[in-house]
């Protein structure tokens, strides 16, 4: 009971927390001691090549996911024109702008690496910059602390115009609106200013100290003030919410430094002095993320108005690395970037949170008190456990299924909470089963109650062959089998308690007595999996046979972790040299390693998913292969798993198809849809070269960009290395590179991580060198290629050489110019005919066909490529007719030849079969043409192919026989479907008279539920009735024992009497009301067992109703009245006016108000021209759409077992319907309570005799 109430109170719990997000995020910080030229932030963008700009008060920072460049006043001409650094601005065309203080306007020139600087002579005036933003044309709109905004042309290159605001030019920050205009803050609050230079102030903005504005996609203004308040203005209805109260009351009120909102597009984000973050899209919803200036990190919900705040805590690493917060920026891969003041930048990372990390220091309390997670399990009453190499503990859950914290395990023995859980599991008959290292096997009752243990016992060969336990595994007779760490694999009778061991010592069946799991293929074949000494296979029939590195065939390891078994007999194996897989049907042995995408080849723990994936989890990350198409894809810890390292065992798939994975961190909750997705890697960059170790400048159409370009490099510089990275803000330290040199080796080679090629002693000539990254999905980025040119000495270079081939070709040439002359004629006037003759023999083997050329004059006939049986001699047409062609088919031959030979046709084509052997014929298309005639028309000489068409005619009569069949299988399935139809009709039938039946057994169950509570309600009068009689009976016997002995005087007779007097008028009272609640009974149950009509006023019967009714409504929180007007005569059947009313209020006081809180319910009876109205409603929950479409579908209900059968509201629609023949409406929205209005004919309705 302890466990049970325990748990109804985590369930309460859970309910009350549902909102929460369950644990805190990881937060990453880069500080100075990372390559950062300062600690405190002033803005920070990332741009479209993927590095990250960071504005301070030392210099602008780039960042490319591993190092920082630092660009500095110093380094002039070329350097900034600040160190002072106020804001970044990344335009539309993807340039960057800079805001420096008092030193004007720079932009990053990326071909060159270079600053190229904006000043007085653009017409910037020496002022203070508090915000950029960009109109639609391209035009910087800068807003300053003096001359209002400045708006300057790109193009130009210079200030085209200055705007005032209401003659005051102190402007606090500007953001663009959306529309072709911009929102200013002002000292005395916000103003609109138009392109055109027209300004105004709406009024609910007045006075405001605002701090941070941002537009959302439907236009609306975000606005943090410096009081944290925080605003939305509705340009379009001039309205203003105010969302300040989801702050707790009692933080601290500091100013909002900036907003951002969290959407996909961020082409047009847009930073100022108020963090104008305006970002195109078409959602309005989503999440606003919120820096404030002391106050740490919040994030609001929009669409739930929930606020969500991280702060930094000096016990937690993870935690944010400062409260005081400068500006946000979301990039493109969802990585949040937080400036912060004197704490450098904190980095989030919004994918990582759906792998959903849970650790020591997750929540607020409530927290795991041993991160080294082992095992997991969902039980059948719902409760998730969760063993440790320290302990068991149960999961609480928010009412959407998140962990929001653990309790103790609640169990009877104590010494779970510091034991090795190695398994946990449940029997059919909900025991909870927990395998540990040490204790041995607890076996748990049902209630949790009580348990059984089961250690070792040296002199007991039927007990537990080792107490430390590995796992546990079911196979398809039920029975259990457990592995141990040296004990072998012991078989358990439940019944008996006993245990049946396999180990070395009493028989050869197991290499190894350390078991780490098992697997059990269709033909109920085990599979036994032991670390050092393979696999082992124990057949039904008692066979055995091991699988090792040495056996045929051989697994690349001896040391097994974790088993699985696919549907389709295929064995999966983890092993300390990859996933092995084993075809059991074919013995053919596979494996996934780091060569073919996993992460890491020690792979320690793995998991089937119901999606035919793979989870493995290895000392150097996660991996996930899908088992059908080989494909993996890979995480590690940037990537937000709990480590690198997964712990044996510790994997569960859950009821939803998630998975619970440990390791040495703790444990990732993941639903594998919400796996984040991983962009290839970007074109690597060639950032540095070193000739004979020293620095060198790489040529300007290669520095920074990665674009091809050409490096000329001396020959006494013999040695040289380039440097190359690929900006990764998410997964730098993931990504791994290759490189070639085209020219001295086509193979490329790996990287060892220092991100450098060095290359000696490469001889005079062109090279090209080409870089391409790979991430740890196997993707791979476009290779960037750069032309080298080794420079020869002048001894080596090409004119030298050509000088001395120069000499060497005259002398040869004089000897041999003659001979040549005459030899090349020659040989190409042969090749010319050889070419002709190869070109024809190709053409007519490549096609297949015969050639054929008949000079008739000169009466010979030549063939080509034959493939016919022809006479040896062809020396008469008709003859060779007769021996070649079919004799069915040598008619039509003959008839397209004479056509051709005497009736002037110039071309025909005639199919036949030809003999190609002893009763062997083949079809073939014969197509000829008359290639010249003499004088009389008569041809000279006819030339023409022969085509093999028998496929054609085999596929023609095959097309035939198809149609045939096809015709065949259509006559047979229409019949088919003739018979189906029949068994259909019937089982509607027999559906039908299965609804009635239904109906008749609700009616019944209503009677019932009206007795009991007419039961109830007459057992009271009753009681007091007897109290009555039995003191009246006592009071009786006192008397007449005081009369006889004559102790009665008039006082007491007086008293005696008012006595029997007060009893006997409640005996009467009470049993009059008894006969009452007895009588209305006895009518409205007559009417409801009875379905003859009769007359009978409408009104009086609804009273009889409600006095039937009352002692169910009387024990519920809920008023209810009813109206109904007098005399209202109808002929009808009374019990259904019963049914449907009881119906109504049931279904009010059932589903109406599941929070428990008290309603109100009336009914209304009116006679109205078109006949009879009765009107329900109540003031409930209402429906959504959903249960408005379902509410009268038989056996619909949304407390199924919960006492909602489904069928009340169908009866009511039926009795309307077809027994009173009226109509009935619902009008009901959520929240918005429930209307029943039903419609009776006016023909019920009787009229009183005058």
Same mark, same amino acid.
């Given at each position: ?329 979301? !990039?493109?891969?969802? +990585? @949040? #970037? %937080? *400036? $912060? =003041?004197?704490? /450098?930048?904190?980095?989030? &990372? ?76 449940? !029997?059919?008959?909900? +025991? @909870? #089963? %927990? *395998? $540990? =290292?040490?204790? /041995?096997?607890?076996?748990? &009752? ?76 269709? !033909? ?727």
């Amino acid at each position: 009971m302890k466990l049970i109430l325990s748990s109804l109170i985590l369930l309460c719990c859970s309910l009350l927390c549902a909102g929460a997000y369950g644990y805190k995020p990881a937060f990453q910080t880069l500080e100075a001691e990372h390559g950062l030229s300062m600690n405190t932030v002033n803005d920070l963008v990332t741009d479209s090549r993927g590095y990250l700009w960071i504005a301070t008060q030392a210099g602008l920072n780039r960042y490319d996911g591993k190092h920082f460049k630092i660009y500095t006043q110093s380094d002039a001409p070329n350097g900034p024109s600040a160190n002072d650094i106020s804001f970044l601005h990344l335009s539309a065309k993807g340039e960057l702008w800079l805001l420096t203080e008092n030193a004007g306007v720079n932009l990053y020139q990326p071909l060159t690496d270079t600053f190229k600087v904006f000043g007085a002579e653009a017409g910037i005036p020496n002022v203070r910059f508090t915000g950029i933003s960009e109109d639609a044309s391209g035009a910087l709109w800068l807003a300053t602390d003096k001359l209002g905004v400045l708006e300057f042309s790109p193009s130009a290159g210079r200030v085209v115009k200055t705007h005032r605001i209401a003659g005051s030019g102190n402007v606090l920050g500007i953001t663009a609106d959306g529309r072709g205009g911009f929102w200013l803050a002002m000292l005395g609050g916000v103003s609109h200013l138009t392109q055109d230079g027209q300004s105004r102030s709406p009024d609910k903005l007045r006075g405001l100290s605002v701090s941070a504005m941002t537009i959302d996609p439907a236009g609306n203004l975000w606005l943090g003030t410096d009081n944290m308040e925080l605003l939305r203005y509705g340009q379009d209805d001039d309205s203003l919410e105010d969302f300040s109260n989801l702050f707790p009351s009692d933080i601290t009120r500091v100013a909002i430094a900036d907003l951002l909102l969290d959407v996909y597009s961020h082409t047009n984000h847009h930073h100022n002095a108020i963090s104008s973050n305006t970002i195109p899209a078409t959602d309005n919803q989503g999440h606003l993320w919120i820096s404030t200036s002391g106050a740490g990190l919040a994030e609001l919900d929009i669409g739930k108005r929930r606020l969500e705040r991280y702060e930094h805590s000096p016990a937690d690493y993870r935690s944010l690395s400062n409260q005081t917060l400068t500006r946000l920026w979301l !990039d493109e891969e969802q +990585q @949040l #970037w %937080i *400036g $912060t =003041r004197s704490a /450098g930048i904190a980095r989030l &990372s919004l994918p990582s949170r759906q792998l959903r990390h849970i650790h020591g220091q997750s929540f607020e309390k409530d927290n795991l008190q041993n991160s080294d997670i082992r095992s997991f399990f969902r039980d059948s009453q719902g409760q998730l456990w969760v063993g440790s190499t320290g302990g068991l503990l149960r999961a609480k859950e928010s009412a959407e299924g998140e962990i929001i914290g653990f309790l103790p395990h609640g169990l009877p023995l104590p010494e779970l909470t510091q034991a090795f859980i190695s398994f946990i599991r449940e !029997d059919d008959d909900g +025991q @909870l #089963w %927990i *395998g $540990t =290292r040490g204790l /041995g096997l607890v076996i748990v &009752s049902k209630d949790r109650q009580s348990f059984r243990q089961f250690r070792h016992d040296p002199g007991n060969s039927t007990s537990l062959p080792s107490n430390t336990l590995y796992s546990l595994f079911r196979d398809a007779q039920r029975q259990f089998w457990i592995t141990t760490l040296d004990g072998g694999v012991a078989r358990m009778d439940v019944n008996s308690g006993q245990f049946s061991a396999i180990d070395r010592s009493n028989s050869n069946l197991l290499p190894e007595d350390q078991v780490t799991g098992m697997a059990q293929s269709s !033909d109920g074949t085990l599979w036994i999996a032991t670390y050092g000494g393979g696999l082992a296979m124990l057949n039904t029939q008692g066979q055995y046979r091991h699988f090792n590195t040495d056996s045929t065939p051989a697994l690349p390891s001896n040391h097994l972790f974790s088993i699985f078994m696919e549907d389709n007999g295929k064995l999966w194996l983890a092993s300390d040299n990859g996933v092995i897989s084993l075809d059991t049907q074919t013995m053919a042995v596979d494996r996934i390693d780091k060569s073919k995408g996993l992460i890491g080849d020690v792979v320690y723990l793995m998991i089937l998913d119901a999606h035919h994936r793979l989870w493995a989890g290895t000392a150097s990350g996660l991996s996930v292969i899908d088992t059908r198409t080989g494909k993996v894809r890979s995480f590690t810890r940037e990537d937000g798993l709990q480590d690198n390292e997964f712990n044996f065992g510790a994997a569960f798939l859950d009821r939803d198809n998630s998975l619970y994975i440990g390791g040495i961190n703790g444990f990732n909750h993941i639903h594998p849809e919400d796996l984040p997705r991983r962009a290839p890697p970007r074109a690597p960059s060639i950032q540095s070269l070193m000739l004979m170790n020293q620095p060198a400048d790489l040529p300007q159409s290669a520095k920074g960009k990665g674009e091809p370009g050409t490096l000329k490099i001396n020959h006494t510089d013999t040695l040289f290395a380039l440097g190359y990275q690929s900006a990764a803000l998410t997964d730098a330290h993931q990504l791994s590179y290759e490189y070639r040199m085209l020219g001295l080796d086509d193979n490329w080679f790996t990287d060892n991580d220092l991100q450098q090629a060095t290359f000696t002693g490469l001889s005079p000539g062109l090279y090209q060198f080409e870089v391409r990254a790979r991430n740890i999905d196997g993707a791979q980025s476009p290779i960037t290629a750069m032309g080298i040119t080794i420079e020869a000495a002048p001894w080596q270079t090409w004119w030298a050489y050509g000088l001395y081939l120069l000499i060497a070709t005259c002398i040869l040439g004089l000897l041999l110019y003659m001979k040549l002359s005459k030899y090349r004629a020659k040989m190409a006037l042969m090749d010319k005919i050889a070419v002709s003759e190869q070109r024809l023999q190709q053409a007519l083997s490549s096609s297949g066909d015969e050639f054929w050329d008949w000079e008739i004059a000169a009466q010979r006939l030549t063939r080509s490529n034959t493939y016919l049986s022809y006479p040896p001699q062809e020396l008469n047409l008709a003859n060779t007719l007769l021996v070649v062609i079919h004799p069915d088919d040598v008619a039509k031959v003959r008839a397209a030849m004479d056509d051709c030979l005497y009736r002037g046709v110039d071309e025909f084509e005639v199919s036949y079969r030809g003999r190609t052997g002893e009763d062997q014929w083949l079809w073939v298309l014969n197509h000829g043409k008359v290639i010249s005639r003499d004088e009389t028309g008569r041809p000279e000489r006819i030339m023409g192919t022969v085509k093999n068409i028998q496929r054609l005619k085999e596929a023609e009569e095959a097309l035939r026989e198809l149609n045939a069949e096809l015709e065949q299988r259509v006559t047979v399935r229409t019949q088919e479907l003739q018979d189906k139809n029949e068994e259909l009709n019937t089982l509607l039938e027999e559906l039908r008279q299965t609804r009635d039946e239904l109906l008749d057994k609700e009616k019944m169950a209503t009677l019932g539920g009206l007795v009991a509570s007419i039961t109830h309600e007459v057992n009271t009068p009753i009681g007091i009735s007897v109290t009555a009689a039995s003191h009246l009976q006592d009071r009786v016997r006192e008397f007449t024992a005081a009369f006889e002995k004559g102790e009665v005087d008039e006082d007491d007779f007086v008293l005696y009497q008012s006595e029997v007097n007060d009893c006997c008028k409640l005996m009467l009272t009470n049993l009059e009301r008894a006969a009452k609640l007895i009588s209305s009974f006895k009518k409205v149950s007559v009417d409801q067992s009875h379905e003859e009509l009769r007359e009978f006023d409408l009104s009086q019967y609804v009273d009889e109703i409600f006095l039937s009714l009352n002692p169910l409504l009387s024990r519920t929180p809920h008023k209810y009245s009813y109206e109904c007007d007098p005399q209202l005569l109808v002929n009808s059947n009374p019990g259904i006016f019963y049914q449907i009313i009881s119906n109504l209020f049931n279904n009010s006081i059932i589903h109406a108000y599941p929070d428990g809180r008290s309603g109100t319910l009336r009914l209304t009876i009116k006679r109205t021209p078109e006949g009879i109205v009765l009107d329900y409603r109540d003031d409930g929950c209402g429906m959504s759409q959903e249960i408005q479409d379902n509410i009268f579908t038989p056996f619909f209900t949304t407390k199924r077992g919960k006492g909602g059968s489904g069928l009340g509201m169908n009866i009511v629609y039926n009795l309307v319907h077809q027994v009173l023949e009226g109509d009935i409406e619902l009008i009901t929205a959520p929240h918005q309570g429930a209307h029943f209005i039903i419609r009776l004919p006016k023909s019920m309705e009787l009229h009183r005799p005058q």
